[in-house]
Every structure is written in structure tokens, then in C-alpha cells.
């Protein structure tokens, strides 16, 4: 791991000085980045760490990838048939943003066309990467002529191929199966490719980096605009109440959501879990906050320029904790600085996430069924992210190894219900040759 020995501050969190850091440090997000060294048992104080700026990376209109392109099979026709803004693959070949199906063909030669209705073929022609934009209808026309009925997917996309001279193609394993089937009834010959179908889309370039980068600061003004509302709450009765009115988990995830999407991102199912709620750990959340309780906030919106990813969660406890849950964060806080001071080029996933379990584990945290329900730290430790929020490689027991240029979230958490709730702290990184490049900045603590 890269480590700047300089720059170390502590910042003690208080409710009176608790939103001046909290702007600062978000404020000054283009200056600062790093993660959180572990809090002193029973000392509320939390050191972070800040170096220099990061390289700033301008993103040209209608970016959203590498144009490169390294399929298996290079040699290979290639055909897609998705919407862009829900399918990564379709996305990362054209550069164009479309909510409805259309159809890209990539000639064995490297040529890249789209296929596009009257009302998409103007813009595509302006914002997407393809050398050439075709219609839709008059190749539905066409299509209509030669089949002699309406055409459907699978008679415009015969016709399309068969004017490319394609008799076999090759399309991403989410291709539609009914469509494949229809093509091989018409002699072209389809072959799913596995995942992931652009192997590169593993290595981020630093365009792309950027891109995750600058959504990761729009989530932590969305992070920062949940802990304002917390800090700035009256306990009263066990309660939350903010401007007079209880808060709650919906008060909360409004705040964040509304931030996100005023700077250009988009909401995806925000977590805003409390107390028992967060032992599941994709439970969005609902109801009333309660006072002295935890609560996971987990927020992974995604660019709506570039179509990239960030993700971030905090643990926090408006008010005071009880000791058996300021013991549970320090051993995740500590679990999680094991894992980024692990991840870095050539290392095994694996390694990483068992070498925080075998740290749980001797802080006494076991994992497996407890009292009828999961207990203990039972997801992985981490995963890719990028134009989807879900991507290799993942950090669990597996047989993949770290790369230079991988984008992962490192996460662990431990969730125990007769504790009353779980904890979980979520960075995301960038891995290099000696150790990671941390794309977030949001500072690490418990009590509000």
C-alpha cells in the first residue's frame, strides 16, 4: 500500500464542531484523499489521512470507455441487442446512452454499426463511437419485403446480417434466447460468449478511474447530507427529531437521494438500515430512527454523464453507544484497514478476505447460523465496480488474484442480532502496483 508518512491530523467529532469537519473535508475532496487508521478502544477521536492532489483527468462528451476493443475471438462478428443505460456490455461498445433496445454489429475487421429507429439516428450519429448509423426502418422495410409479414427482432436482425454477409456471430451470454434461436432457425450460427465479455473492462484506465472518481464525490455529498440532518437532530423519549418531527429512515434516504441527483447522479436503491434492520445486509431500510442505535447508510449511485459507478457505506450511532457496539466497529474498522493495507498488485483475493476472517475471528466474532438466522461476517470482502455496480473480480474465496488498474470496494462487516444491529465500513479503491489509490474521502467514525 502506498503510505504518505505526512499529513496525519486527528479530527475529534463532536456535536457542536461535527458539520464544520464534515464540510472541510468534503469540500476539500480534490486535495485530500485516503482511508482511516483504527480508533483507540474507548477514544471517540479518529485520525485520518490526506496526500497530495490527484491527477485531473477532463472527460470529453459522450465518454464512457476505452474505444479499444480485445474480445475473445477478435476475429469474430459481433452482435448485441439491449438498452444501453441497463446493459454494460452494449454501453461500453458504443458510448451511447439509449432507454430502449437497439442493435449494434461489430464486423470481424473491427468496423462498429448501429442499427437505429428514426428517433434515436440523429443523436446516435452525433454521440455514439460507431463508424456508421443505419436505419431501423428502412431495414424493417426491407425485412417486411423479404419474410413477406410484419417483421419482429428476429426478421429485421436476419436481414441486417445477411446484408453484412454474417453467417455466425458472436453475442454476450445475456443475449436473448428466444432471438438466438430464431436467428439459428434462419442458418446463422450464434455463439454466446462467457463473461465477462470484455475482459478489459476489468482494467480501468485513468479516464475511467476519473469517472468513478467524480461520482464517488457527488455520493459523499449525499453521505455528508444524511450525517447534517443526524448531527443536527434532539434526542428525546430514545427519538430522533429533527425541525420537529421524528426522523426516519425515509427523511434520510430523501436528504440523500435528492443530493445525488442535484449534482448528476443517480439514486440506486440507497440503504438506510437502523438497528436489527441492517443484520441484512442488502435491507434498504424503513421506519423511524431510533437514538443509540446503529445505522448502515450504503449509497452506490451511478453517473448520469458517464454511466459509472461509485458505492460508500458508514456505519453511525446518533448519540451513544453501547460498549458491545463500539467493540463491534473497532474490529470492522480494523478489518477493513487490514484489507486496504492488503490490497494491492498480484495478491490473491482470497488472502485478503481470509486473512479478515481469521481477524474476526480472534477478536471472538464467529460466523454461521445464530439463533435461527445468519451471524458473523457472511458476504465477501469486496467486489469490482464500474459501469456496473457489481463487476469481477470479487474478494471472497475464490482463485482470482489483484491487478493493477482493478477498481474494488473493500467492505467487510459483521452483523449480530442479538447485538442489535451491524456494522459495516466501505471504501473504494483503485489497485496499483504497490497498494491501492483510494477513491474516498469521507472520514471514518461511530458516534454522532
Known sequence: MEVDPQGWERITVFAFTFKNKIDKMIDNAARTRGDSRIPARGNSRVPT???????????????????AFKIRHTNKNVLMYACSETDANILYSTSFSCPDPFIFVRTAEGKRHLVMSDLEIDRAKRQSNAHKVHSLSAYTA?????????????????????????????????????????????????????????????????AEIEAIRKAMQVTEKGMKAAVDILSASKIKN???????????????????????????????????????QGCDPHERGSGVVRANETIIIDIFPRSESTGYFADITRTFVRGKASEEIRRLYRTVYEGQKLGLEM?????????????????????????????????????GTGHGLGLE????????????????????????????????????????????????????????????
Open 142 to 206: 426491407l425485412a417486411e419485403k423479404k419474410f413477406k409479414k410484419t417483421p419482429g427482432p428476429v426478421e429485421i436482425l436476419t436481414t441486417i446480417l445477411r446484408d453484412f454477409g454474417m453467417r455466425s456471430v458472436a453475442v454476450p451470454s445475456s443475449f436473448p434466447l428466444g432471438i438466438a434461436e430464431g436467428l439459428r432457425d434462419n442458418r446463422i450460427t450464434v455463439k454466446a460468449l462467457p463473461d465477462p465479455f470484455y475482459p478489459e473492462r476489468i482494467y480501468k484506465k485513468p
Open 49 to 67: 489521512r490526506g496526500d497530495s492532489r490527484a491527477p485531473t483527468v477532463l472527460l470529453e462528451k459522450g465518454f464512457l470507455m476505452n474505444p
Open 238 to 276: 430514545s427519538y430522533l427529531y429533527h425541525k420537529g418531527s421524528r426522523v426516519t429512515v425515509e427523511l434520510l434516504r430523501n436528504a440523500i437521494n435528492t443530493t445525488i441527483l442535484s449534482l448528476g447522479c443517480i439514486p440506486m436503491g440507497t440503504i438506510v438500515a437502523p438497528g436489527r
Open 343 to 379: 490490497v494491492r498488485h498480484g495478491v490473491k483475493t482470497r488472502t485478503v478476505h481470509r486473512a479478515i476472517q481469521k481477524l474476526f475471528e480472534q477478536h471472538g466474532y464467529k460466523t454461521g447460523v445464530i439463533g435461527g438466522r445468519m451471524g458473523g461476517f457472511f458476504h
Open 389 to 448: 455496480i457489481h463487476e469481477p473480480p470479487r474478494i471472497a474465496l475464490n482463485k482470482l488474484t489483484l491487478e493493477k488498474g482493478m477498481v474494488v470496494t473493500v467492505e467487510p462487516g459483521l452483523y449480530y442480532y442479538g447485538a442489535g444491529g451491524g456494522v459495516r465500513i466501505e471504501d473504494t479503491v483503485a489497485v496499483t502496483q504497490t497498494g491501492i489509490e483510494n477513491l474516498t474521502r469521507f472520514p471514518k467514525f461511530l458516534e454522532i
